[in-house]
């Protein structure tokens, strides 16, 4: 597609449920990010993928969170057991390559925890 | 630890009023400074960056420059439209990991006509 594309926009998940959010990069794109943007603050950081490779999990809340990019497209963030502080809209970007290029970044999957 | 502060909003504006949103941040070094803007149901979009100190960004009309001795990244635009309405961040970016922004809380724009 031409830009990031991120599944479900919108997702309500009873507390204690495990959630999958799925992000599709720009194809080719080397890098990508997930990001957490709770409402009515700016996005922090979660994790960072090189192609397949995970090189910086330290945004990452808890162990409920685990995010994959297996064959270094397809990006999966995983919510296990969910709580009603993981509501907030989840962003992944994607950058052509390494070093300082611009990121794009996708419209994000709003999570609410109920 | 770095961090980005910009100015709370909502911001209402008529329309061809002059623009400023502030901006300060707390970094080490030399970090690289971006603004990114987020229309309503779309993404963020980068709108403008600086990369170095006394450097001025600009795209759309909009400008901020990068000011070491004050620690800020001002965006400012002359003459807004009802189209520039959105949601603004700052952000920062270390100088040697280009792989983590530090975000503002974001500062709304409502342009009126």
């Known amino acids: 597609g031409a830009g990031v594309s991120q599944s479900p926009r919108y997702k309500v998940a009873k507390r204690g449920q495990d959630v999958a959010l799925r992000c599709d990069p720009i194809?080719?794109?080397?890098?990508l990010f997930w990001y957490q943007q709770a409402l009515g603050q700016g996005p922090e950081f979660l994790t960072y993928?090189?192609?397949?490779?995970?090189?910086?999990k330290s945004g990452l809340p808890s162990d409920r969170f685990f995010a994959e990019r297996p064959e270094g497209s397809v990006s999966t963030l995983k919510i296990q057991r969910t709580q009603q502080e993981d509501s907030a809209v989840y962003l992944c970007?994607?950058?052509?390559?390494?070093?300082?290029?611009?990121?794009?970044f996708g419209q994000g999957t709003r999570l609410t925890v109920v | 630890g770095d961090s980005v502060t910009q100015m709370e909003g909502p911001v209402t504006l008529s329309e061809e009023a002059f623009l400023t949103i502030n901006c300060t941040y707390t970094?080490?070094?030399?970090?690289?400074l971006f603004w990114y803007v987020q229309y309503p149901g779309e993404g963020l979009q980068l709108l403008l960056k600086?990369?170095?100190?006394?450097d001025k960004g600009s795209n759309k009309g909009f400008e901020a420059t990068y000011r070491k001795e004050t620690t800020s990244f001002h965006l400012e635009k002359g003459s807004v439209q009802v189209s520039d309405s959105a949601v603004y961040f700052c952000?920062?970016?270390?100088?040697?990991?280009?792989?983590?922004?530090?975000f503002g809380s974001g500062t709304k724009l409502n342009v009126k006509p």
């Open positions: 600086a990369t170095k100190a006394d």
């Open positions: 194809s080719g794109h080397v890098s």
């Open positions: 993928f090189q192609n397949e490779a995970q090189l910086d």
């Open positions: 970094a080490t070094g030399y970090p690289s």
């Open positions: 970007a994607s950058r052509e390559r390494t070093g300082n290029t611009e990121a794009f």
């Open positions: 952000a920062l970016r270390r100088e040697y990991n280009f792989n983590k922004f530090y």
